[in-house]
């Protein structure tokens, strides 16, 4: 146990270290990620509460405990499935801490328990505000707050284990060949793939309507005991069943250490071995390329080679296309049963038709925005960032390579997904051009914004990229800055439409982006320069 | 070809180096010797423009690396410590990026990767990627990237760490090459054996202070520069 305590604070020590900011001029930078963190936390209170009003008609308030349950569940598992394989099974400390007199179910342990650890932020992120709107609709009993607390901490642990199996899996499947990190990738996604149809297809989630939460609720509590027993646990305290869900957890947890320490060992030892191609008298291949071109293939070759960045970059993306997908193939079906929601649906088939020019910006927005890939490119450096540094290329042609490295992953999906519904839909000419102008322009400031919060919160210490991806300051803050971003543009995007007309509307919205990525370049090219010429591993 | 004149590196309240100044003359091999967290990392950083610091200058062949560090850059070549390059490329590939970053043509990267490759032992094994190398090739593959592009200056921290035998001999005999035809090499290195047999001229360090700089001969004197090390670390 003191050997799990002493691993857990190193390693946890190593994790907090991402976000320790010690120098007097840099620990302002702490103050961000928190801040962020806490106006989502706030935001979701507010919409929880106005729930909460439509629940106290209907008596049914607890509803809302199982939703946030299952919602916090479900976001643990979704990005817990692609990053566990590499916070499990490919930390840099690997082979140090197997050299040590430590059974690997130690090792193991701490492993999950800081995966769990770091995922108690969504817990306090979406469970806590759910928690503290009910207790301040409902006139609690003590047991809530008991209860409650409970709830906090044993929440994360089901979806963590999910995602460590499914990681597991991922691993020794994928470590059996030569692309590992190619069938990692693929592997992921077909997992998260499962898990959404899953959730879809348990007790026919799907066939709701959308309006009625308390149905969504008593549907919940159906499948997911742990969403129903918090749910019992409020309304009709049971020491019994009290005590249950904490063992039922702990079991869970348990049983997950257990079954990852049998194989944790010949995983890694496989992950570790690289094909190493046969001597060949090969004849090399040298071609002069510029210093633009060479620092772009050298991120897409880092981008194609961390599954983790992959996966975490590209779910904007891949919904995107599914959208844009399920438009172009089924917008009749679509828009009959947005008509069908509710009577007195403001428009007609042939105004949503009209508006799609609107819907498509704002996906392309959507896309966009929500991914920041360039917010861990500098950090993903690491030890190589001295050697970049000692080159003869300047600070800022580095930078706006790594922006469009990113450019060039995001532009090509949101303009062919974009043609798609030109195609399809026949827009005009104008409202094509107006789209075409996003596709370049707003990823060109998500990716401009990213690479200036990695340069401000670049570390280069992390112990593996899931963790730089993951876990960093700059993610963390690039993550409620897209989502803010998101919201913020599409509200703006529908307001502008609505007041100036479509064509004027997104005219308007593309000046408004254009500024922002003029101002966003300006700041690259003095403090972005500054600050490259600073850093150092 | 190196001058460093007063050079003050802070680490909060910690002076990292205390107004270090030498210079390092055209066609020399200068060692650069001192304890562990010395300053000799943190110096080479700042002359290869990957370090800032807060007083004094560095130049590179008149070129203030300050204010020009591009220009500078271009006549250096560095090989850090511990190799760490990009793993996931191919060690041809990390190769001709490091080219590309000094506008080498395909031709005169073909010749000179070609032969350095060779006399590491690496003709071979330049289709792999480098995460599936040993340490020793990892820092091999660094020596090469450095070198393929014929730089006036290489500036080298530990470069013997992790190497073979015989690649230490073959890249002892490559730094006198370099040095017989103009070069100027800056290394550090913990074993006093090769920097004595080595260098021309050397400066000591302790506690971010220069304590000896000069010819090797000079400051060994009639002892060995072991000796003299040691000496220099009781005080």
């Not at chain 1, 190193?10 to 007097?24: C, D, H, I, P």
């Not at chain 1, 348990?202 to 509590?221: E, L, Y």
């Not at chain 2, 990390?94 to 490759?117: K, L, P, T, W």
């Not at chain 2, 990892?138 to 450095?146: D, E, F, P, R, T």
């Amino acid at each position: 146990m003191s050997k799990l305590f002493s691993l857990l604070k190193a390693t946890m020590s190593e994790g907090v270290q991402l976000f320790n900011y010690r120098a007097k001029d840099e620990r302002s930078k702490r103050a961000m990620p928190i801040l962020l963190a806490l106006l989502v936390g706030i935001a979701m209170f507010f919409s929880v509460n106005a729930m909460m009003a439509e629940l106290k008609e209907d008596g049914a308030e607890s509803a809302v405990l199982s939703l946030y349950t299952i919602v916090t569940a479900v976001i643990i598992v979704t990005e817990g499935i692609y990053k566990s394989s590499d916070l499990l099974f490919r930390p840099r400390d690997n082979d140090a801490l197997l050299a040590m007199p430590i059974k690997k179910s130690t090792i193991v342990s701490a492993r999950i328990i800081k995966f769990y650890l770091f995922e108690m932020l969504y817990c306090l992120i979406f469970l806590l505000p759910a928690i503290i709107a009910y207790a301040m609709n409902v006139d609690v009993e003590i047991s809530y707050y008991l209860v409650a607390m409970t709830m906090l901490l044993i929440v994360p642990i089901i979806p963590i284990t999910i995602s460590c199996i499914m990681g597991l899996i991922i691993s020794a499947a994928s470590s059996k060949f030569k692309h590992k990190t190619f069938l990692q990738i693929v592997l992921s996604f077909a997992a998260l793939f499962v898990f959404a149809i899953l959730i879809l297809m348990v007790n026919g989630v799907s066939d709701f309507d959308g309006r009625s939460i308390i149905a969504v609720s008593d549907k919940i509590t159906e499948f997911y005991y742990p969403a129903a027993a918090f749910a019992n646990l409020v309304t009709n305290f049971d020491i019994g069943q009290y005590l249950i869900l904490i063992v039922i957890n702990l079991a869970v947890l348990i049983v997950t250490i257990f079954i990852i320490s049998r194989f944790y060992f010949q995983i890694i030892t496989r992950i570790n071995v690289v094909k190493h191609a046969e001597k060949t008298k090969t004849k090399y291949i040298f071609t002069k390329h510029g210093q633009v071109f060479a620092v772009v293939k050298k991120e897409l070759i880092k981008y194609f080679n961390t599954p983790v960045l992959l996966m975490n970059t590209a779910i904007g993306l891949v919904l995107f296309i599914v959208v844009v997908g399920a438009l172009c193939l089924k917008f009749d079906d679509i828009a009959a049963s947005l008509m069908a929601t509710t009577e007195d649906f403001p428009l007609t088939l042939d105004e949503m038709r009209a508006y799609l020019p609107s819907v498509t910006f704002a996906l392309v927005a959507f896309a966009s925005l929500m991914t920041f890939i360039t917010s861990t490119m500098i950090s993903l450096e690491g030890g190589a960032f001295n050697l970049l540094k000692s080159l003869p290329i300047s600070g800022k042609k580095v930078i706006m390579s790594k922006v469009l490295a990113a450019m060039l992953l995001i532009v090509p999906v949101t303009a062919l997904g974009s043609i798609a519904m030109f195609v399809r839909f026949q827009f005009g000419i104008l409202d094509m051009i107006l789209i075409l102008i996003a596709v370049v322009v707003i990823p060109l400031v998500t990716e401009l914004i990213g690479i200036l919060i990695n340069l401000k919160y670049a570390r280069f210490d992390a112990e593996s990229d899931a963790v730089t991806v993951k876990q960093s300051a700059s993610v963390v803050i690039s993550t409620f800055l897209g989502l803010g971003m998101v919201l913020v543009a599409i509200s703006l995007t529908f307001a502008a439409v609505f007041f100036a007309g479509q064509a004027a509307g997104l005219a308007m919205m593309n000046a408004v982006f254009v500024v922002i990525a003029m101002y966003l370049y300006f700041a690259v090219a003095t403090w972005g320069k500054e600050r490259y010429s600073k850093l150092a591993a | 070809m190196i001058e460093i004149k007063n050079v003050v590196k802070l680490y909060g309240d910690k002076k990292a180096l205390n107004r270090v100044s030498f210079t390092v003359g055209k066609g020399e091999i200068f060692g650069f010797i001192g304890h562990n967290g010395a300053g000799k990392t943190t110096l080479i950083k700042a002359i290869c423009g990957i370090l800032d610091f807060d007083e004094g200058r560095i130049l590179i062949d008149g070129k203030s690396i300050k204010d020009d560090p591009i220009a500078c850059k271009k006549e250096m070549a560095y090989v850090p410590d511990a190799p760490e390059l990009y793993e996931d490329m191919k060690a041809i590939s990390f190769i001709n990026f490091v080219c590309d970053m000094y506008d080498v043509s395909a031709e005169a990267r073909g010749q000179n990767i070609e032969r350095f490759a060779k006399i590491f032992g690496m003709q071979d094994e330049l289709n792999n990627v480098i995460k599936s190398f040993s340490h020793g090739m990892k820092q091999k593959v660094a020596l090469i990237a450095a070198l393929a592009h014929n730089p006036k200056i290489l500036i080298m921290d530990e470069p013997f760490v992790g190497l073979d035998p015989k690649a230490i001999f073959d890249m002892k005999e490559l730094m006198k090459d370099i040095v017989k035809n103009g070069g100027t090499i800056f290394f550090s290195t913990h074993i006093l054996d090769v920097a004595e047999k080595l260098c021309d001229r050397v400066a000591i360090v302790k506690n971010g202070k220069i304590v000896k700089v000069g010819d090797m001969k000079e400051i060994r004197g009639d002892k060995s520069l072991e000796k003299v090390f040691l000496e220099l670390e009781a005080k």
